[in-house]
């Protein structure tokens, strides 16, 4: 069988690439890492879930113990989602965003080099590295310069020079990503699109006042689906080309504002938006719209699932779990 090590496995992304290998990769084993046992109140069945792969509890900043898991499986693919993903908490905790995100990385790519092991690596980084941007910028190729603007783009960015360093001075087979916001049913209510599907919930079965909380109305994000985010993570997975980075986008950007207008259309509810001083972060990038056109002529990938369908979808979530 092939093996693939997933981790961050017990988290949003973990849990859909999880279910997406076990419907369409019946020989691949899958083994997951992460601080605690996946929760995946998204996954139905999800003890059969957890019975068909093998979870192994660390902390990835635990050099000894990933080295041994790594040593032990042996994988042929690794996808690395394990992150401290937050751009809010970074500025709240700058020193752990940046130890957690970038020793972590560190410790699974040097576990795999002092082992010569030929494994596929593909470690998930973020738009935030591309910093404030300018009109004439957009839409946002890879080969713009990038420009880190919060503690946790200098992380990701981080990550993504050590993933230079080892693809070409060590010879690792490693792509990277530069993944723009994904949305989707089973996301924490801490990312903006979740957090406003829940209050429209919330305004349903707890009858709470049709009002919307937000931070800058204004901020546009390219917004892809976490199912397009999964095909893109396989495809790149199988045929990404060695040493190169890969935005993971939709192409296409909505407001803040735009969302919970898509929301009040969706249930029916129209709401007055309040802006919460605690929601806006002491530095933010207007506007953030990505090229998917080198992962497409590269791989054939490209978004397929609108915006609407997306937050159907989210929004159904949060009235089921309420």
């Not at 693919?77 to 990385?105: C, E, G, M």
């Not at 590295?129 to 503690?151: A, R």
């Amino acid at each position: 069988m092939t093996s693939i090590l997933i981790t961050g496995i017990s988290g949003f992304v973990g849990g859909h690439f999880t279910q997406f290998l076990l419907k369409n990769k019946s020989a691949f084993d899958i083994h997951g890492v992460s601080r605690s046992e996946p929760a995946w109140n998204f996954i139905q069945d999800k003890e059969s879930v957890l019975h068909s792969i093998s979870f192994h509890q660390c902390d990835l900043l635990n050099s000894a113990k990933i080295h041994a898991i790594i040593q032990e499986i042996q994988p042929e693919y690794i996808l690395h989602l394990a992150s401290f993903s937050s751009v809010a908490q970074s500025w709240r905790s700058p020193l752990t965003s940046f130890l957690n995100n970038t020793n972590a990385f560190h410790n699974i790519v040097e576990a795999v080099r002092l082992q010569g092991f030929k494994t596929r690596i593909l470690s998930i980084g973020s738009s935030e590295e591309y910093g404030i941007v300018l009109p004439g910028d957009l839409p946002l190729t890879e080969k713009k310069p990038i420009l880190h603007e919060n503690p946790y783009a200098v992380a990701r960015v981080s990550e993504e020079y050590l993933a230079h360093v080892y693809a070409k001075g060590y010879k690792l087979d490693i792509c990277c990503t530069r993944s723009f916001n994904h949305i989707g049913p089973g996301q924490s209510d801490q990312f903006v699109v979740s957090s406003m599907a829940r209050q429209f919930a919330e305004m349903v079965v707890q009858r709470k006042k049709p009002l919307i909380k937000i931070g800058n109305g204004s901020i546009v994000r390219d917004l892809v689906d976490i199912d397009d985010v999964i095909l893109a993570y396989d495809a790149i997975l199988s045929k990404g080309n060695a040493g190169e980075v890969y935005n993971v986008c939709s192409g296409k950007g909505s407001s803040i504002l735009d969302i919970v207008e898509g929301l009040s259309r969706l249930t029916g509810i129209p709401v007055k938006v309040k802006q919460d001083p605690d929601l806006i972060r002491p530095v933010d990038n207007p506007v953030l719209i990505g090229s998917y056109m080198k992962l497409h002529n590269d791989i054939g990938w490209k978004p397929a699932i609108p915006l609407e369908k997306s937050l159907e979808k989210i929004y159904g979530y949060w009235l089921n779990k309420l």
